[in-house]
């Protein structure tokens, strides 16, 4: 399976800064998505990035807070804008691989932001 | 759109003994259901998916039921070790579709020596 490399692993922020989270997969890739998993809660899909095109955004999340870019098929950022503490969570990239029969999601290692 | 529950959300069973965590979904035309692990810390890892053309998969000491009438799925862990706590997640998706995939809110699972 694709190997994910997520930075930085995790980071302590002061309101009102923006952080970036860059994404490094070792293969090509058409498909990457951002997660976000707040603390002892479920994984939720913030955005589909795509090679070329703007990132596809889930009900709930803009562009203005969660840009992403896209620039190649093996690599993405994410980044979380103007922070505040409830922006604190870890933050997941997962790119899909053609598994037996269905496309199984491979996740990285996370980023861990916490906003002061 | 898609919805997914899961229960129970902590579970903590005797080593050895059996652990069952069950999953509904609401979207009729979900076919693709993975169950993916997270230990402390660590990513979420798949540990096993059924496709809804069967009723039953199993891997060692994991299975998976499905049952599509009812729009339920369970995960079942036989001969629990101490290496099977973690969080486990359900999922639900069609299966050609990993962007359209729902989680469940996830069942913490302690082992107890």
């Known amino acids: 399976s694709a190997v994910i490399s997520q930075k930085p692993s995790r980071d302590i922020c002061q309101r009102g800064t923006s952080l970036t989270i860059q994404c490094q997969v070792d293969s090509q890739v058409t498909m990457m998505f951002w997660y976000r998993q707040q603390p002892g809660q479920s994984l939720t899909l913030i955005a589909t990035?795509?090679?070329?095109?703007?990132?596809?955004?889930e009900s709930g999340f803009v562009i203005d807070k969660f840009p992403i870019s896209r620039p190649n098929l093996t690599f993405s950022t994410l980044t979380v804008s103007n922070m505040s503490p409830e922006d604190s969570s870890i933050y997941l990239c997962?790119?899909?691989?053609?598994?037996?029969?269905?496309?199984?999601?491979?996740f990285g290692a996370g980023s861990r932001l916490t906003v002061l | 759109g898609e919805n997914v529950e899961q229960h129970p959300s902590t579970l903590s069973v005797q080593e050895g003994d059996s652990a069952v965590i069950k999953c509904t979904y609401s979207?009729?035309?979900?076919?693709?259901f993975p169950w993916y692990k997270q230990e402390l810390g660590k990513r979420p890892q798949l540990i096993i998916d059924?496709?809804?053309?069967?009723g039953e998969k199993k891997d060692q000491r994991i299975a998976v039921t499905l049952n599509k009438t009812a729009k339920h799925f369970s995960l079942h862990i036989t001969e629990t070790q101490p290496e099977d706590s973690a969080v486990y997640f359900c999922?639900?998706?069609?299966?050609?579709?990993?962007?359209?995939?729902?989680f469940g809110s996830g069942t913490r699972l302690s082992i107890r020596p």
């Open positions: 979207d009729s035309a979900s076919n693709y």
């Open positions: 999922a639900a998706s069609r299966y050609s579709s990993a962007s359209k995939i729902i």
């Open positions: 059924i496709r809804s053309n069967v």
């Open positions: 997962s790119v899909e691989e053609q598994g037996a029969g269905a496309n199984v999601l491979t």
């Open positions: 990035a795509n090679q070329g095109s703007e990132a596809t955004y």
